[in-house]
């Protein structure tokens, strides 16, 4: 039986749901569409990015090598843009036709580009630009006027130079992520500190300034301070570049050290890559060959084997070696190609003639307890410690299984640079003990760190890794390697009117692993003391001129060229960059010159005719 009233008390509360319902719904739907609501609705949280520190050559502040600049990165968000309501109190809504126009024009770009990204709402947060431009901000930052444009704030990393210095320098990508180089290495140095605010937004998503609840400034990143010169730089890479082309060879690299500090003044390893396309970048572009490649250096490592045996009392610059490969007592010695000797040579002779027997026979009697420890103590087997990542330590040979020493083979033929694999900066560091008077310092890239208020964060200081060899030593070898550069020398393409060089060519075939060598490439290589340190630059002088720099220099070849030699390739490139240095550092000349201008022979013929 079903009592009076019991209809209205059943809908009455069901009646009252859905009105409170349809008002909830009204006010939320409001709140969405409607331009002018200004109501605090949530508080959020955001970063803001300090600005990324600049790396400065050796020039200081008037000459920058990498800088970021703050940019507004603009997205368009179609379903935004459509289902908006634009339009100024008063006014009409404003079309989506006409919001485009006004995002296109803001920013230059191309009005049916916009238009077609406007119309795509399956692609949400399409990238339209950068700007710098304070007015597009204006204009893209007023929801008054356009819709659907999301706005980020960012930084641009600008290499200023290109190509320029890039296994150096680095690469930073778009979302700032560092790869390679001093970018990577002193990443959270260059980063800085990212600031915070928090605050609250109206019901469209922006800000209330007046409601900010709290704003951390960012701290800027601190600045690198390089010891790169980079006018010698340039003359590094142009002249690196005209090397590889005149002599068809397939990669080279080049680094310049201070004597006495082992300052990196320059360094280059091409191919290379544009900083701002790390990405695209083929691997082989990608390495910096100075510290993060290993080979086997050749002749030019005869210099460290004579250098061990002058400080170990073995031998005199003017000791005798028999120049017979088959003389009883040494096992598979290295030949000297066609070379035709006395029957006798000394040790200085065999340098500037770069005689494989003569060094494989020493380096055979000094054995691997003595010169494997020279090689150790010139810094070869470990890494130089330079501020660059990836940096290799390259391989020395170990001893045979159950002894302390090398097998036979490895006895005769790491003394003139075989079986054994280095980096070029080793090489450089160990070629700066010899012209240090046996002070091996630590190669460096950063002179300072500077604080975006001017503070030293660092400034370096001298590091010395070694002493390997006594003053008298790295001074008797430096005069022994006097004649390399020379008439008669295996470099006398080298050689710079007016200055003595204390060099040594390197010319190592290529190696196969395993399967030995592969027939007819090489990599040539010139490594040189400029002044040479044994020199007065007048005979009543009291002390020779100090060495100034190290210069090492190295040509890859791909094809079988003629002239591959180490003096004929790289010996000519070392000449042009370090004629362009010593001019720069105004280093006076400590003789004069030892090689007549005009030579003239088949060498020189055969460049020429090839436009060279």
Not at 47 to 58: F, Q
Not at 334 to 351: K, L, Y
């Amino acid at each position: 039986m079903t009592m009076r009233g019991e209809n209205w008390r059943f809908w009455l509360p069901v009646v009252g749901l859905v009105g409170f319902a349809a008002f909830v719904s009204q006010k939320l739907i409001r709140s969405h569409v409607d331009a002018d609501v200004t109501a605090p609705r949530y508080e959020f949280e955001s970063k803001l990015p300090g600005r990324r520190g600049s790396i400065y050559d050796a020039s200081g502040a008037a000459y920058p090598l990498v800088k970021s600049v703050p940019v507004w990165e603009y997205h368009l968000d179609p379903v935004a843009l459509t289902n908006a309501v634009v339009r100024k109190r008063g006014e009409p809504r404003r079309k989506p036709a006409a919001i485009v126009r006004t995002i296109a024009d803001a920013l230059g770009l191309d009005y049916r580009k916009v238009k077609a990204m406007a119309a795509n709402p399956s692609k949400r947060y399409q990238y339209l630009a950068q700007s710098t431009d304070p007015e597009a901000h204006r204009v893209l930052a007023d929801s008054h006027l356009v819709a659907g444009v999301a706005i980020e704030d960012r930084q641009i990393r600008q290499y200023l130079h290109g190509r320029f210095l890039s296994h150096v320098l680095g690469s930073v990508n778009t979302q700032g992520d560092a790869s390679a180089g001093l970018e990577l290495k002193f990443n959270s140095e260059l980063a800085g500190v990212p600031g915070l605010v928090r605050g609250k937004r109206d019901a469209r998503g922006r800000e209330l300034y007046d409601k900010r609840i709290e704003k951390v400034a960012p701290i800027p990143g601190a600045d690198l301070h390089l010891t790169i010169d980079h006018n010698l730089q340039y003359e590094v890479e142009t002249g690196l570049a005209d090397g590889l082309k005149q002599f068809h060879a397939g990669s080279g690299w080049c680094v310049i050290l201070d004597a006495q500090t082992a300052a990196v003044l320059a360094m280059a390893s091409l191919p290379d890559f544009h900083p701002l396309a790390y990405g695209k970048a083929t691997e082989s572009a990608r390495i910096n060959r100075v510290t993060n490649y290993t080979y086997e250096p050749g002749s030019v490592m005869k210099v460290i084997t004579a250098a061990a045996g002058i400080d170990t009392g073995r031998v005199r610059p003017d000791s005798l070696y028999s120049t017979d490969r088959h003389e009883d007592g040494y096992y598979r010695l290295p030949g000297d190609g066609s070379h035709v000797w006395e029957p006798r040579m000394t040790v200085t002779d065999a340098i500037v003639h770069s005689s494989n027997i003569v060094m494989g026979k020493l380096g055979f009697d000094l054995g691997q307890k003595v010169l494997g420890g020279y090689f150790k103590s010139f810094g070869f087997g470990a890494r130089t410690g330079i501020e660059l990542p990836g940096e290799e330590c390259g391989i020395l040979p170990r001893p045979i299984r159950g002894t302390t020493d090398w097998d036979l083979a490895t006895r005769s033929r790491a003394p003139i640079g075989q079986a054994i694999s280095v980096t070029a900066l080793q090489l450089a560091s160990a070629y700066q003990a010899i012209a240090n008077d046996g002070v091996r310092m630590k190669p460096y890239l950063i002179e300072k760190i500077v604080d975006a208020d001017g503070g030293e964060r660092y400034r370096h200081k001298p590091e010395v890794l070694g002493r390997p060899v006594k003053p008298e030593t790295a001074r008797t070898v430096r005069e022994m390697m006097l004649g390399v550069a020379a008439n008669g020398g295996t470099a006398r393409r080298a050689a710079i009117r007016g200055y003595s060089i204390a060099g040594k060519t390197g010319t190592a075939q290529k190696s196969a692993g395993r399967r030995g060598y592969i027939p007819g490439l090489y990599r040539a290589t010139f490594c040189g003391i400029v002044p040479s340190g044994v020199v007065k630059r007048h005979p009543e002088d009291e002390e020779p001129v100090p060495p100034r720099i190290v210069v090492l220099v190295t040509l890859d070849f791909d094809t079988k060229e003629l002239y591959h030699q180490g003096g004929n390739s790289a010996g000519p490139v070392f000449k042009r960059i370090t004629t362009a240095a010593l001019r720069y550092l105004a280093v006076e000349p400590d003789r004069p010159e030892e090689v007549p201008e005009g030579i003239d022979d088949e060498f020189d013929k055969i460049m020429d005719s090839r436009g060279a």
